[in-house]
Nanobody, 118 residues
């Protein structure tokens, strides 16, 4: 059973920083793309950032220059460094594992709450 466990969320003032972590139990971690998504109350889940198995990254326009996604394959962990946080970044942040084979399952973490106060 694959598990993705997020941590690092919390309450922070606008302009502050948080670092989210997602530890994966999947043996396919090294060959899978990883991503961070978020969902604010009353809104759909949206892509924040992704990183391929080779380390190529992609960001939503609203976080470019503020957030950085990275991965440590030795620890089966993906990170999201969030700087210059804004109140509109408030959401539940979810970790996603997308394997290289379409027929394989993708997995989601349980989510971690990030709240940015103004």
């Amino acid at each position: 059973q694959v598990q993705l466990v997020e941590s690092g969320g919390g309450l922070v003032q606008a302009g502050g920083s948080l670092r989210l972590s997602c530890a994966a139990s999947a043996s396919s971690f090294r060959i899978s793309a990883m991503g961070w998504y978020r969902q604010a109350p009353g809104k759909q889940r949206e892509l924040v950032a992704t990183i391929t198995s080779g380390g190529f990254t992609n960001y939503a326009d609203f976080v470019k220059g503020r957030f950085t996604i990275s991965r440590d394959n030795a620890k089966n962990t993906v990170y999201l460094q969030m700087n210059s946080l804004k109140p509109e970044d408030t959401a539940v942040y979810y970790c996603n594992l997308r394997p290289p084979v379409a027929a394989w399952n993708e997995y989601w973490g349980q989510g971690t709450q990030v709240t940015v106060s103004s």
